[in-house]
């Protein structure tokens, strides 16, 4: 099984970028997928995450409003959108899969690699 993130970098705040997740190696169709995020010093953090078939989808209270889990079941790919960038979202992010829908990093059993996205003021 390997996730592969892609899409990171560095934005002004107010600004937007896409991350992705590539998956392979097995059939995602019954996983969900999450996004967490670890900031310089702080544990890795719960972001968004989604059913693989999209029925549901839950956010951190940080993200409503300005992120969007979505994901392409023909590329068999995840993506975050982040929207209204500010210096707070400064983090390396993580793609997760786990076989329970749920906002605990404890619950997912495969990682990529993590993509470095920099929010400058």
């Known amino acids: 099984v390997q996730l592969v993130e892609s899409g990171g970098g560095l934005v002004q705040a107010g600004g937007s970028l896409r991350l992705s997740c590539a998956a392979s190696?097995?059939?995602?169709?019954?996983?969900?997928m999450g996004w967490f995020r670890q900031a310089p010093g702080k544990e890795r953090a719960f972001v968004a995450a989604m059913r693989w078939s999209g029925s549901s989808t839950y956010y951190a209270d940080s993200v409503k409003g300005r992120f969007t889990i979505s994901r392409d079941n023909a590329k068999n790919t995840v993506y975050l959108q982040m929207n209204s960038l500010n210096p707070e979202d400064t983090a390396v992010y993580f793609c997760a899969a786990g076989g329970i829908l749920s906002m605990s990093r404890d619950l997912y059993d495969y990682w990529g690699q993590g993509a470095r996205v920099t929010v400058s003021s």
């Open positions: 190696g097995r059939t995602f169709s019954s996983y969900a």
